[in-house]
């Protein structure tokens, strides 16, 4: 028999809030975190709205520690910060004597902000001729000037990995360490994946959850340039309408969250408090299409229910799906599809909700803010709602818990997440049972 594995500890930094509780309580009362962007200006943009991280100071989290990883990227310092504050709601902060050696991460960690005005400077003196007209890229003078104005630590820290050695200095985490970017799937497919770590007897505690920030110049063009994105500019704080008949693309948001998952024994031992135990993992892949899923939704059916066989529940048990959930027209409509494949039609199904209606999209650490909403439901009795849902969309039948948070009895969730490239990773979590 595996080892079971436990959450012993919860951290989040979201457009809504720095704390769980604050956070949360914002989340149940169906407050929008989306705003103008005002990280760079981006007025003139097709989409010039996004669900930022506000008042954000790395040194309020991590205090004189903070000096050790300046000059990090923007997304490094949310993972820092969250992984501080789940550390501290585990309580391995007051002395717990932990083998470093057993202690391992595994991010979902998304690539650092680029260094926009020095990379295009750059860009258009090696295109810039004499006369002043462009013309083909001159890489000698694109080299010269980019050694005299690109920072080496600015393209150092672009690296996805660079959060994970952030994280492994600040708590002398000498276990395994790994680092995944599979798009929105990536901090679920990292909690999974550090779940059967613990399982396989690697580890006996593991940091893990996701971080990203692609809310600077190329990431939000990239995104206008998919037509992935709302473009609600004038109606910002309701446009992101997961399954909504209105729906047009989702919101780009930032941020982090992270977790503390340990071998129950091992938490027991020390007397964590354990919040939740996770019990079933699914990961599959479309091998379909780069950015689209298949239109049968086959590869989210074969996640949940791989994810359904490994926690040993049957579909009449889960009590409520956190959906991925974004937004866009494909998403929204093929994950109902599946879901309402695998648990055998409509009536069948639990209630389901997206809370990306109120954060945006927090791309590779969006899995694991749903997945935190998913324990906290479970303690608090309550279902976080899908705000903006006014209009119905016959494809999409499902109870989204419109507008309003609802009280349940929740003992087992099931978190979504879907990713570019087909990638598909569903968590099962309970109540914890002795």
Not at 297 to 322: N, P
Request: net charge negative; with cysteine; hydrophobic share 40%.
């Amino acid at each position: 028999m595996s080892r079971r594995v436990v959450i012993t500890g919860m951290g989040w930094i979201t457009p809504l809030g720095h704390d769980i509780e604050g956070a949360w309580k914002r989340l149940l009362s169906g407050e929008s975190g989306v705003d103008r962007v005002t990280i760079f200006d981006a007025d003139e943009y097709q989409s010039n709205f996004g669900a930022q991280v506000g008042n954000f100071e790395l040194a309020n989290f991590l205090g004189n520690t903070a000096k050790t990883h300046e000059g990090c990227s923007r997304n490094t310092g949310f993972a820092l910060a969250a992984a501080n504050l789940a550390w501290k709601s585990a309580k391995l902060d007051g002395g717990s004597k932990v083998d470093p050696k057993r202690v391992g991460i595994y991010l979902g960690g998304g690539e650092g902000p680029i260094d926009f005005d020095a990379f295009a400077g750059a860009a258009l003196a090696g295109c810039r001729e004499q006369d002043g007209s462009f013309g083909k890229l001159d890489t000698v003078r694109w080299a010269d000037h980019a050694m005299r104005t690109l920072s080496a630590q600015k393209e150092l820290e672009q690296d996805p990995n660079l959060a994970a050695g952030h994280l492994a200095v600040q708590f002398n985490a000498k276990g395994p360490n790994f680092n995944t970017l599979t798009a929105c799937a990536a901090s679920t497919q990292a909690i999974g994946q550090a779940t059967k770590l613990i399982q396989f007897g690697d580890a006996d505690i593991m940091i893990t959850g996701g971080t990203h920030s692609m809310l600077h110049q190329l990431g939000m063009t990239g995104f206008i340039r998919l037509t992935a994105l709302s473009t609600r500019n004038d109606d910002y704080k309701t446009a992101s309408r997961p399954f909504d008949r209105t729906r047009d693309g989702f919101v780009l948001g930032e941020g982090s969250g992270m977790i503390i998952i340990e071998e129950l024994e091992h938490a027991k031992k020390r007397g964590a408090n354990i919040l939740a135990e996770i019990t079933g993992f699914g990961s599959t892949a479309d091998a379909f299409r780069i950015t689209d899923i298949h239109e049968d939704g086959r590869g989210a059916i074969a996640a949940m229910r791989r994810a359904l066989e490994t926690a040993g529940v049957k579909t009449s048990d889960i009590d409520y799906i956190s959906a991925h959930g974004t937004g866009t027209e494909e998403n929204d409509k093929i994950e109902t599809l599946a879901i309402r494949e695998l648990f055998g039609g409509a009536a069948n199904c639990p209630p389901v909700s997206s809370v990306k209606s109120m954060l945006g999209h927090l791309i590779a650490a969006a899995g694991v803010v749903e997945l935190i909403t998913c324990v906290l439901a479970i303690r608090d009795g309550i279902l976080p709602p899908t705000i903006n849902y006014n209009e119905p969309d016959p494809r999409c039948d499902l109870d989204y818990v419109p507008n309003d948070a609802r009280k349940a009895e929740v003992s087992i969730a099931m978190s979504n997440s879907f990713g570019f490239g087909g990638q598909n990773d569903t968590l099962v979590v309970r109540r914890y049972e002795e």
